[in-house]
């Protein structure tokens, strides 16, 4: 099986940093993507920033220019690092892999940005 697991998350005051990682394990044939969603109360789940095969990476616009996603060197890791966090960042943040056409998420990560 192919299961997603996410770390990092926790509680920040608004302006610090946090760095999410999210590291995939099982059978892997095709990488296709990975990125980070995120899901506050009252709002629908929203993408946060994606990594595709080749390095291309894109961001929502809210968190351009805060956020960066990366892979690891280890195989099928990625990571989100977030500077600048503001209170409306908190959200349960997910992981999010497409592997050979098929998706998989994590069970996610709590961010709580305190004003």
């Known amino acids: 099986q192919v299961q997603l697991e996410e770390s990092g998350g926790g509680l920040v005051q608004a302006g610090g940093s946090l760095r999410l990682s999210c590291a995939a394990s099982?059978?892997?044939?095709?990488?296709?993507?990975m990125g980070w969603y995120r899901q506050a109360p009252g709002k629908e789940r929203e993408l946060v920033a994606v990594i595709k095969r080749g390095g291309i990476t894109n961001y929502a616009d809210s968190v351009k220019g805060r956020a960066t996603i990366s892979r690891g060197n280890a195989a099928n890791t990625v990571y989100l690092q977030m500077n600048s966090l503001k209170p409306e960042d908190t959200a349960v943040y997910y992981c999010h892999a497409l592997f050979s056409q098929t998706a998989y998420w994590g069970q996610g990560t709590q961010v709580t940005v305190s004003s």
């Open positions: 099982g059978s892997i044939v095709s990488f296709n993507a």
